[in-house]
Structure formats: C-alpha cells, structure tokens
C-alpha cells in the first residue's frame, strides 16, 4: 500500500514536540549530575564577572579560561546526554513501537522504508535519526540554510535530509492507508485486473435470418 508523504508543516510540528521532549528529558537528567551543576554555576557567575571587566577594559584572562573551561565540561555533559536521549527515543522506542513517536503519534505520522511499507531496520533508524537528524540539527547547529534546504526539499521530493540519509520516508496514515496514484501502468499499484480474452460467436438469430454483411457482429466475454 501507498501513502501520502507527510507535508512539511506535518513534519515541522512533529519535529517540535519530540525536541521539546528530547530536551526536557536531557536537562532533567542533566541536572541530578553534580559536575554539570557546579559548572553551570561556575560559567554564569565568571559570565557576569567577565561582562564587567569587559565593559571596564580589564579582562583577567586565567578567569576568561576558567569559564570557557566550565562551559565546555557542562556543555559536554548535555551533549552527551542528549544524545543518549535521542538515541532512546527516536531509534529504540520507534523500533519496538512500529515507526512512532509522540510527536509522529500525534501528527499521524510514521517513517517507513523508501521503497514498500514494510519495517524499518534498526541501522536506518540510527541513520536517519543519530546522523540525519541530531549530527545536522544538534552539532551543525540548526542554520538558517541548512533549514531552508531541507524545506526545500520536503516541499519538492516530500523527504528531510534525515530521510535521504536513512533510506526512510515520512508518510501521513491517520485515517487509513492512502493511494498515491491510480496510474494501472504502475507494477507496484495495489489495483487487481482481470484478464478477458474475446471470441466471435454467432447467436441463433443470426443463424435464422439472412446473413447481412452490414449488420454489427455480436461478442461475448469469456
């Protein structure tokens, strides 16, 4: 069966709830870590410090080193754990729970193979998901043209940057499978035809009455 590929407002609200979910996850684990906490801490208060000497022209340089030394470790620390999350959430909990996350969930949306709607592998799932999705939107940081590109690409081709990485599509099912084309020239369609051969066959009033070579032969169906 064939679907509708999801749109890109479809994608862009799916995309919001399950990075709200992804973060809020990671920042509440986060936030039990100890070392994360004591650099976060330490960064905002040299942060402040440093503003000021830089405002009097007065930067102490060992304690500029200190807090981007601070900002690295807790930031390292949120990678790390997102990360975790993302890996949790976007390619062992679609695997277990065909295809879906809250954010497809509630969109009625799902990601399926490229070609046929069987499921989806677990190395594609880390493929869209760890290097599609959290290495361009996370690491690369989410730039403006990286994004107008991958609308871009969703509107014309109906697949993310995500989708040509993994091999996947992103499809709308809510309410049921639907065709993409009713073309019978299609090998893949859905459509069952029937074979019918056609024979000349004489019918007994032709036998009776003149054969008139004018008249419409009649034909039947077998």
Known sequence: MKYFNATCV???FTYLIDF???TTIA???ARVIPAYSQNVAIFQEDLEIIFNQVVADNVDLLLYEE???AGLIYMGILLSITLLVTFLYLVVLPYYWPTQTVGRLIMGVKVINLRGNERVSFGKLALRELVGSFL???VLGNTLILTLLNWYYCATRGRSFADMIGGTRLVYVRGGTIDESNDPNDKNSDYDYVDAEFHEVK????EEEPKDNSSDDEY???
Request: charged share 15%; glycine share 0%.
């Open 10 to 12: 479809q994608r862009f």
């Open 220 to 222: 039947k169906v077998f």
């Open 67 to 69: 807090m981007v030394k």
């Open 136 to 138: 361009l939107y996370q």
């Open 203 to 206: 019918s007994a009033a032709s």
């Open 27 to 29: 920042s509440l684990i």
């Open 20 to 22: 709200f979910i992804i």
